[in-house]
């Protein structure tokens, strides 16, 4: 199947920064947390402290990947009844407002249990850009593919230190939007230790793919953001902010947040 080619937010995001010489931040939160109604005005704090793309977490019983912050928060916002259904209200309600892109990062259990044609069609419609689904590795499922590129919906694929040259080149063919390198092997939250192996393998990727490249798990300061983003051409962070919400009380959680964000992207932005 073809790609049905189209420019949308996440490309031009990437476009527009790499003409600013700036870099991407792409921050997590997870969708329900505590409920939809604050998710949307999160959406707005992290756009105002200078967040160029959001990722939203879909609530999950069993998160494989992530570590204990983002599986509580996945917790609360199943218990708040955060489904994907309104997920996608959500999303475009906050489309009458913003054009920041917006990623879904979703196991695939969920998804198949929506139905894969019906989740393409419903997150299009609703303004979701692209997708993360951490357990489904490029090149093996040939139906989400297909339908994913019909729609025009960009599948966003993972990298690790340990990927093989083989892996590399799949998710370099598969992969639209940009490709997420995973700087640890573990889970999210994980420490972060810094290594020259950190830039030799992105420059490695980078080789082999024209797409931008965005590097998640275990950034958590101001001073992790600015050594990773040296090399790459994005940074995510996602259970750092997923503990101040967790923590902040809520009367202080939106200003709480566009701070730290806020601190993040300046670090990002220094020579």
């Known amino acids: 199947?073809?790609?049905?080619?189209?420019?949308?937010?996440?490309?031009?995001?990437?476009?527009?920064?790499?003409?600013?010489?700036?870099?991407?931040?792409?921050?997590?939160?997870?969708?329900?947390?505590?409920?939809?109604?604050?998710?949307?005005?999160?959406?707005?704090?992290?756009?105002?402290?200078?967040?160029?793309?959001?990722?939203?977490?879909?609530?999950?019983?069993?998160?494989?990947?992530?570590?204990?912050?983002?599986?509580?928060?996945?917790?609360?916002?199943?218990?708040?009844?955060?489904?994907?259904?309104?997920?996608?209200?959500?999303?475009?309600?906050?489309?009458?407002?913003?054009?920041i892109p917006i990623i879904l990062m979703s196991y695939f259990n969920p998804v198949l249990q929506y139905g894969l044609r019906r989740f393409c069609l419903h997150a299009c419609q609703a303004g979701v850009d692209g997708v993360i689904i951490p357990d489904l590795p490029a090149g093996e499922s040939d139906t989400w593919t297909s339908l994913a590129n019909e729609s025009g919906l960009d599948t966003i694929y993972l990298l690790a230190p340990t990927s093989s040259d083989q892996r590399i080149k799949k998710v370099s063919e598969d992969s639209s939007g940009f490709i997420y390198y995973v700087a640890l092997t573990g889970i999210t939250g994980a420490k972060l230790t810094f290594s020259n192996e950190i830039g030799s393998k992105i420059g490695y990727i980078r080789k082999r793919s024209q797409l931008p490249i965005a590097v998640g798990f275990g950034i958590s300061s101001p001073g992790d953001a600015y050594k990773i983003s040296r090399n790459a051409d994005g940074i995510i962070v996602g259970s750092a902010i997923v503990g101040k919400i967790e923590k902040s009380a809520r009367s202080a959680l939106v200003p709480s947040l566009t701070k730290f964000v806020s601190s993040l992207k300046k670090a990002i932005l220094k020579p």
Do not use: C, W
């Open 1 to 99: 199947m073809v790609r049905v080619y189209r420019l949308n937010r996440i490309e031009k995001s990437f476009q527009k920064l790499k003409l600013r010489e700036e870099k991407a931040l792409i921050t997590y939160v997870m969708a329900g947390d505590p409920d939809l109604r604050t998710t949307q005005k999160i959406i707005a704090a992290l756009e105002d402290g200078g967040a160029d793309l959001i990722e939203l977490g879909v609530p999950f019983t069993d998160p494989l990947a992530d570590g204990p912050v983002i599986q509580k928060a996945a917790g609360r916002g199943l218990k708040s009844g955060t489904d994907l259904a309104g997920i996608f209200r959500m999303v475009k309600s906050v489309r009458k407002h913003n054009q």
